[in-house]
């Protein structure tokens, strides 16, 4: 079994090799270097960003979960037009501009579960790695300099165009441009280095005063920390033309090495069919969708459930719809549990829980197709019901189940959050409250059974009346 992954670079669905030297197991191999185009902080990141770093996430918990080690940085961009523009409509400095939205972007991560990454290089704190790929770019004659600036030279490298599938008779070569961003309809020599402006920020440097262009930022900072060819690098589509084909000129230009070996760009999460900006107005932020009463958890889920390669548009239907969902995951896990105190052992349990681990990593290998994995997980989750309902788990069965869907979860990380997993204290506490409260009313303390209901209610807690008794879960 191996894992296939389409690559932008090559145009087709490619075994992903990491150290480009086919081993046998994926333990045989060197962690994989990865490198994800972080946030720009000039504000809120918007669900739209979120969906590409959910995707960051659960390629990089696919990976550990298939046995592979990983080695990931995620980059903060805290210098570019953007956030220079922000800061000096605020009039504060850039690092405190820029400070404010990086620790909201941290705090929104972790309310959707993203894991750490090894590394979060800060743009601002690369400086010197810029200036040692400008000198490599300029010593094999790739860059010339114009009114301070720094530009590249685009028809002095030949690969110019390979990631985006440039026309090479739209390339307008000895025409520059400054800005970061900029449609394919201006393939022109792009700024490496920018002139300082009143009021803007600058370094030092040898080739005079200035600040970076956005692209050298990430070539700059995969250089710092991997020091040479990487397994994956990933992003947003609308990143690769011209951020990522620039990347790839500076990088090989410098050090005339392939800069990335698998290029993975995840689809735009759209409003009414189109994609969801900042610059269209059609966003909501985290907080928003938060305010409104969403949960995290069902926003992963939404962001995280449809394939990477497919647009998927966005609408609060569709978050109502993860809740769903999730509640038959919910459900689910609160009937296993409720099998305590059944005994027995049944010999079906470990092929349905192996046959559950395989067949969800047989098709995710398909190209990271997780809504098929997910297909096969509520496959498992009808099956098991089933073998509820017929009395056919035990005690040991449900634990065997609860411990296999844990797995899983190491890769969906929607499942059992850690934040929202009950201390064993906790729950007995609880128990205790819920039992007394069924006490009170067999014994008609109803002032006291409605007390319980109210304490339990405040700590978020829902009663729910089965055939099986009363049980409880936590509202999420
Ligand atoms: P930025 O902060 O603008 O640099 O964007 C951060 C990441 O979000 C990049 O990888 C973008 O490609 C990605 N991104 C931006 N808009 C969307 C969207 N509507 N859907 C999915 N990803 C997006
Ligand atoms: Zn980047």
């Known amino acids: 079994m191996s ?3 389409y690559n932008t670079l090559t145009r087709q669905i490619d075994e992903l090799i990491p150290g480009g030297v086919k081993q046998d197991k994926p333990e045989d191999y060197p962690a994989i270097t990865i490198y994800s185009c972080g946030p720009t902080v000039y504000s809120y990141a918007h669900i739209g960003n979120f969906r590409t770093f959910i995707f960051n996430d659960f390629l990089r918990r696919y990976l550990k979960f298939r046995g592979f080690s990983v080695n990931h940085a ?5 210098v570019d037009d953007k956030t220079i523009k922000g800061s000096i409509e605020e009039g504060i400095s850039l690092s405190q501009y820029t400070e ?3 620790e909201i972007f941290y705090e929104d991560l972790k309310a959707l579960s993203i894991e750490d990454v090894e590394h979060n290089p800060k743009a601002t704190e690369s400086v010197d790695e810029m200036i040692n790929i400008l000198k490599k770019i300029d010593a094999n004659g790739m860059l010339y300099e114009k009114e301070g600036s720094l530009y590249f030279n685009i028809a002095k490298f030949p690969g110019y165009g390979k990631l985006s599938m440039l026309d090479k008779r739209e390339i307008k070569s ?3 441009f400054d800005a970061d961003e900029y449609e394919k309809e201006d393939v022109r020599d792009f700024a490496l280095w920018k002139a300082p402006r009143e009021n803007e920020p600058f370094w030092e440097t040898p080739y005079g005063p200035g600040r970076p262009g956005w692209h050298i930022e990430c070539s700059a900072m ?13 992003g947003g589509v609308d990143l690769i033309f011209p951020h990522h084909e620039n990347e790839i000129a500076q990088s090989e230009a410098a050090y005339g090495e392939t800069f990335v070996r698998h290029w993975i760009h995840t689809e735009h999460l759209l409003v009414d069919g189109t994609k969801m900006s900042k610059s269209a107005g059609n966003f909501y932020t985290l907080r928003d969708l938060l305010a409104k009463g969403y949960s995290p958890r069902s926003i992963r ?19 109502t719809q993860a809740d769903q969902a999730l509640e038959r995951i919910d459900n689910f896990i609160l009937r296993l549990n409720d099998r305590k105190n059944t005994t027995g052992e049944n010999s079906e349990v470990d092929a349905i829980t192996s046959a559950l681990i395989r067949d969800f990593s047989e098709t995710v290998d398909n190209d990271l197709n997780i809504s098929g ?6 496959e498992f989750i009808h099956k098991v019901n089933s073998m509820i309902s017929e009395d056919k788990i035990s005690q040991k069965d449900a634990e ?10 190491q890769v969906f990380g929607f499942v059992f959050s850690a934040a929202e997993e009950e201390s064993d204290a906790d729950r007995e506490r609880i128990d205790a409250l819920v039992n007394e409260r069924i006490e009170a009313k067999k014994s008609k303390q109803f002032a006291r059974a409605d007390e319980i209901r109210d304490i339990l209610k405040n700590e978020g807690i829902i009663l729910e009346d089965t055939k099986d008794g009363t049980r409880w879960k936590r509202k999420k």
């Open 3 to 5: 894992l296939k992954i």
């Open 74 to 78: 995620m980059n903060i961009t805290d």
């Open 100 to 102: 404010k939205y990086t």
């Open 174 to 176: 000895g025409v520059s």
């Open 222 to 234: 995969i250089r710092k920390i991997f020091g040479t060819t990487i397994d994956i690098h990933t």
């Open 301 to 319: 889920y939404l962001l995280m459930s449809a394939h990477y390669k497919k647009q998927l548009n966005f609408t609060l239907e569709g978050i």
């Open 373 to 378: 994995g997910l297909g096969v997980f509520f």
């Open 400 to 409: 065997k189940i609860i411990g296999t869907v844990k797995r899983l979860d």
